[in-house]
Each structure stands twice: as C-alpha cells, then as structure tokens.
C-alpha cells in the first residue's frame, strides 16, 4: 500500500513593499514640499520652519497645502512585476512608507491594492525602527518579505523573512548579505547623465547673447573676450540651477506634457533630493564666478537668477506678463555682458533685442497651443485657447517692431562709424524679418519643437537664412 503525497502548502508570506524610491522612482515627501511651494511658497516655508522636529506632523501639513498628483508619481517596472508576482501567487501584498498616509492610501489605489497599508500619521512617524516595530506586532518577525532600497530599511530587513533590495550600493549589500537571509536585488538604476541632461547644457547657447556688445562696438580684444566669457560661464551655470528650480516648481505640469514628462527630475532618472542639492551649489558656484569678473557683473547675474527664480514662482502664470519677463531676462544677458567688457551698447539695439525675443515668447506660447490636443489651458500657464489669434498679432508686431529698430540702428551714427557700407548692412534686416516671419508661421502651424533652441538648431532652412544675414554683415564691414 502507497503512503500518499504530501503536496507543499503554498507560500502565503505577505510582502511588504516600502513606497520612496522603492516602489516609487521618487520621494513623496519632497514632492509634497514642492507642490506645496508651487502652490503658496509663503505657507510652505512656514509649514517647514514650525513643523521641522515633527517629520510626521510636516508630511501632513504640507499635503494640506497642496498634495502631489499621485497618478503621475514615476513607478518602478520591476517592483510592479514583484507586486503582480506576489498577488497571482495569492499573496497578500502591503505598502508601508515613512509618506503621510493618505498619499499611501492613493498610491494603493492607483494600483488596485486592497491593504491594509501603513504610513505616517498624527501619532508616529513610520520609518526605520518605527516602521520595524509596527510589521512586527502585525506579521510577526519574519513574518513577512519587505522590498526596500536603502540604510534606512536596515531595521526592517532585519525582521523580515527575506530581503529584496532595489539597487543598493556596494556596502549595503555587503551589510545585507551579513544578515545572513535570503536575498534578491533588484537592479534599476538611474541614468548617470541624468544631472547633466537636467542643466540642459543645449540651452547655454542663449548666453552668447553676452557677446553681442563686443560684435556690435567690433571690440575683440583678448581682455574683453575674457571678461564675457567668464560672465557667459556665470550666467550658464546660474541658468542651470533655476532650470533645475523650475522643473521642480513645474512636476505635474511636465508629467502632463508629452515631451517634458521625460525631464530627469520629473521621470525619476533624478532623485529631488540630489537635484535641490545641486541647484543650490550650482548658484554659489555662478555666483563666485561672476564675482570674479566684477560685482557689477555678479549684481546683473544675481538679478538675473532671482527674476528667474520670481518667473518659476509667479511670472509664468500671469497671461501677457510672462511674455514681457522672457524679453527681459534676455535683456540681461546683453547688459552683462555689456557691464563685464565695459561697453556701452546704444539703446537702440537694447530695444531691438527685447521686441525679438519678446517675439520668440509669443512663439514658445503658440507652439504649446497648436500642439495642444485638448485646446484648453496650457499646465502652469495662464493660456488657453482663446488667446492664440492675440499671441499672433503680438508676434506681428513684434516682427516689424524688430525691423524698424534694427533700420534705426543700421542708419544710426554709431553704425556708419564701424560699417563701410550702411546700405548692404541695413539689408541684413531682409533675412533678419524672414526669419522671424518663418519661426511665427511654424509656430502657429504647430510644427515648432517645445524647446525653440532646438528648433532653431535643427531648421536647415533657417539656418541658411541666418547664413545669408551673417554673410550681409561681413560684406558690409
């Protein structure tokens, strides 16, 4: 007679899941604290000054000012497929998170978990040994698997059955395979450009608008070059750290675009955390640079950072007045550039360069609303729809404001002192409108990319255009 067989009884262990930077590419506290900023900045930095040594109490507060769109938060693939894994094996499977809990309770709803799960709240803090002694009294130790993905889930792993962990660095691996459990890693790392992408070096290209009083005086001393390239330097370094500022302010609204939801800071391939600390040296660093140059020069960068700093918080939004704040911030490349070769530039050409890059404004804004599917308000800007026919007529007279200013100049006395021929240079002012008109026609087709230095270096037909202009003001010398 056969003994019968004794079939193994399925695994049952829950798994537990930590939530930032595990389950999450990002963490929901410092999203909290830039919604929360974006929002109203005044109340954040309140929020953050009282509540500091109550980390459970500001998790809460700065939800209240403005919570982060969960559904938009950037998941892990891998933990997912650990998650699905889990539930198909008919596991139960848990969220707990040092995040308020009712950021908790909406990521476990996006993903159709039915809990319980455990975040921070009114009485406790639930991380690190908090976190351990809560899935202790309620699974038991080693009751439970938990999927972690740094020093802080130490305590954690050490009362669970088996430890997963998600890219961890050489010694906390070391210091995981020393527990002596089970162990499966996850690898997922970040892109290791992902800073780099996100000072968007492509853009420095606009400081070579701290050039132009050197071209327009036909001053190219090698002290003067010098002096504009360290500014240029400062500038691109200070733009970087507003950039960085900026998509922090602009999360949700970059996750709803269908080009910058790729954005380092906003697809996870950056972490908040590193990003703020970067901007923050990236601004002491132009600052220390522009310093060296003269403190004119680190007045002019310092005041272009804190207007652009004012544009990410409050300019930007406001319908019309973001168009006169993008002219003006190029306005200041020339002047500091200008103030750091120690050229006067006419006011003429001063005028001249804020009506075409006031024009290109109204270009970046109508592009956004051809391209927009949904014909609504722009996210993070006061536009909508209705505003494209006036965005087109701005654009128009921007284009022939430009021209009449840049005939002023080439017909001006300063001109005629450094051109051998006014009329071939005055002609400059054919390709110079063509352009123009070209990149409003685009725009308004749609047919412009979002990020217009990207256009303009890309576009084989305009940049022959812009060819023949330069090759006008040669002829003219």
Not at 117 to 123: C, E, L, P, V
Not at 316 to 329: E, G, Q, T, V, Y
Request: aromatic share 8%; glycine share 6%.
């Amino acid at each position: 007679m056969t003994e019968p067989t004794q079939t193994e009884s399925p695994d049952t262990t829950p798994l537990i899941l930590d939530v930032d930077g595990t389950l999450l590419r990002t963490d929901m506290l410092y999203e909290s604290l830039w919604a929360a900023a974006g929002r109203n900045i005044a109340a954040t930095l309140k929020t953050c000054v009282t509540q500091w040594r109550a980390p459970n109490l500001l998790k809460h507060a700065l939800c209240e000012i403005a919570a982060p769109n969960v559904a938009l938060l950037p998941l892990r693939p891998a933990v997912l497929d650990l998650a699905d894994a889990a539930r198909q094996a008919g596991r139960a499977v848990h969220l707990a998170s040092g995040s308020d809990q009712a950021l908790v309770e909406a990521v476990a709803q996006r993903l159709d978990l039915p809990g319980p799960h455990f975040g921070s709240d009114a009485t406790r803090n639930l991380t690190e040994q908090s976190k351990a002694q809560m899935l202790v009294e309620r699974f038991g130790e080693g009751g439970f698997d938990y999927v972690g993905n740094s020093n802080a889930d130490l305590p954690v792993w050490s009362k669970a059955r088996r430890i997963i962990a998600v890219s961890p660095g050489g010694t906390l691996r070391h210091r995981l395979e020393a527990m002596g459990k089970p162990l499966e890693v996850v690898e997922d790392r970040s892109d290791p450009f992902a800073l780099l992408r996100e000072m968007r070096p492509h853009q420095w290209i606009k400081n070579l608008l701290l050039f132009l009083p050197l071209l327009v005086a036909h001053e190219f001393g090698l002290s003067v070059f010098l002096a504009a390239l360290m500014a240029a330097a400062a500038f691109s370094i200070g733009a970087s750290a507003i950039y960085i500022l900026n998509d922090l302010l602009d999360l949700e609204s970059d996750r709803l675009h269908p080009e910058k939801r790729n954005r380092p800071i906003a697809s996870g391939a950056l972490q908040i955390r590193n990003a703020m600390i970067a901007s923050a040296g990236l601004v002491v660093l132009a600052l220390t640079s522009a310093w060296l140059v003269g403190p004119p020069v680190a007045a002019l960068t310092l005041l272009y950072m804190l207007t652009s700093l004012t544009y990410s918080f409050w300019l930007k939004k406001r319908r019309w007045i973001d168009l006169a704040s993008l002219a003006f911030m190029f306005l200041l490349r020339v002047l500091t550039g200008a103030v750091a070769a120690q050229i006067a530039v006419p006011g003429v050409v001063m005028a001249f360069v804020f009506v075409v890059f006031f024009t290109l404004a109204c270009v970046k804004r109508m592009t956004a609303l051809a391209r927009d599917v949904d014909h609504g308000k722009l996210p993070g800007r006061g536009y909508g729809a209705d505003d494209f026919r006036a965005l087109k007529v701005l654009a128009a007279a921007g284009i022939v404001l430009s021209a009449a200013a840049f005939l002023l100049y080439a017909f001006s006395g300063h001109s005629g002192g450094l051109y051998g021929s006014q009329m071939i240079f005055a002609a400059t002012v054919l390709p110079l409108t063509l352009w123009l008109f070209r990149v409003v026609r685009l725009s308004e087709l749609g047919r412009e990319d979002y990020d217009p230095i990207q256009f303009v270096t890309h576009d084989r037909i305009g940049l022959m255009i812009m060819v023949i202009g330069v090759a006008l003001v040669i002829l003219s010398l």
